[in-house]
């Protein structure tokens, strides 16, 4: 069992950085992969980007690629998720979730979930 906590969103402007975190709870988080994943007003949950339990090899959904830069601590059980140059269209509910399984782009495979974390961005 894994519980996750984001933090680290708010209101920022166009232009700006933000970095949330994803704490997590449990012996075992070193073992699964991390994902985080937006959810816009109306809109879909979707893939922002993942990476395994050895922090290597993290992939991104396209339009973050470049922008965004998700690491993850397995001292401290938390994953990161460093954004930059943010945009209007960034604005979201941010979730990291986590999975026993190699990492996945998939929403279904992810077994456990934040609360979420808003973020805003002004124009």
């Known amino acids: 069992q894994v519980q996750l906590v984001e933090s680290g969103g708010g209101l920022v402007q166009a232009g700006a950085s933000l970095r949330l975190s994803c704490a997590a709870s449990?012996?075992?988080?070193?073992?699964?992969?991390m994902g985080w994943f937006r959810q816009a007003p109306g809109k879909e949950r979707e893939f922002v980007g993942a990476?395994?339990?050895?922090?290597?090899?993290?992939h991104y959904a396209d339009s973050m690629k470049g922008r965004f830069t998700i690491s993850r601590d397995n001292a401290k059980n938390t994953v990161y998720l460093e954004m930059n140059s943010l945009k209007p269209e960034d604005t979201a509910v941010y979730y990291c979730?986590?999975?026993?399984?190699?990492?996945?782009?998939?929403?279904?495979?992810?077994?456990?979930w934040g609360q979420g974390t808003q973020v805003t961005v002004s124009s």
């Open positions: 979730a986590a999975t026993g399984l190699r990492s996945s782009s998939v929403r279904m495979r992810y077994d456990y």
């Open positions: 449990g012996r075992t988080f070193s073992s699964y992969t």
């Open positions: 990476v395994s339990w050895s922090g290597g090899d993290p």
